[in-house]
């Protein structure tokens, strides 16, 4: 995994509320066990209409908008536990989504696939959102070293909280295994002490 310790990028706007695993990746995708693809299938049915046509309003669909943040309306991921939400979020291209909440189990996916979730309050969430509509090639900055995401438009910064052993994980580039062979000598030793 690629180290994860600040990025500043241009953002994708999806300022809509209650957005669920269905609408991230719909079902019918479901059936692949690799996470090859995914991202190709990412928000599907507002993507594409009934003749797979790209359909104009939607904002993957505007050239206008692109980067490594996803920045999206309270209440991201809710619904079924689909870890393949996080497979299309991430095969797209996102390593970070703000929101000013997460469902708990796509938060958890989200990570486990390295893609950073960064709660933000209600009123810095509408901040960006009147800052990218003024001007779509505005960024933001997430430190997560610091844990502080700055609207770069505006200057203001927030902070935000992550798991400590997560935290270490996207700083090291680690998944689960890797963190754990990365303290196999400490294991041993404590085996050995026990």
């Known amino acids: 995994m690629e180290k994860f310790i600040t990025l500043t ?13 269905d609408q991230i990746i719909p079902a019918r995708f479901l059936k692949a066990t690799s996470k090859e693809g995914f991202g190709d299938n990412l928000f599907r049915d507002w993507r594409y209409d009934k003749t797979n046509q790209p359909v104009a309003g939607f904002v993957l669909n505007n050239p206008a908008y692109k980067g490594d943040i996803l920045v999206a309306g309270k209440n991201f991921g809710s619904g079924s536990s689909r870890e393949h939400a996080a497979w299309a979020i991430g095969g797209y291209g996102f390593k970070v989504v703000v929101s000013s909440f997460f469902a708990d189990i796509f938060k958890n996916n989200a990570m ?59 700083l090291n580039g680690f998944d689960d295994i890797d963190y754990l062979l990365d303290k196999k000598d400490k294991i041993e030793d404590y085996e050995l002490r026990a």
């Open 9 to 21: 990028s241009t953002i994708v706007p999806l300022p809509i509320e209650n957005v669920d695993t």
């Open 112 to 170: 486990n696939n390295f893609v950073l979730p960064v709660v933000v309050s209600d009123a810095f969430l509408a901040g960006i959102f009147v800052s990218v509509n003024k001007d779509p090639q505005m960024t933001l900055t997430v430190d997560l070293q610091h844990q502080k995401i700055t609207n770069n438009a505006t200057g203001q910064s927030e902070s935000f909280t992550i798991n400590g052993y997560k935290k270490e994980c996207f």
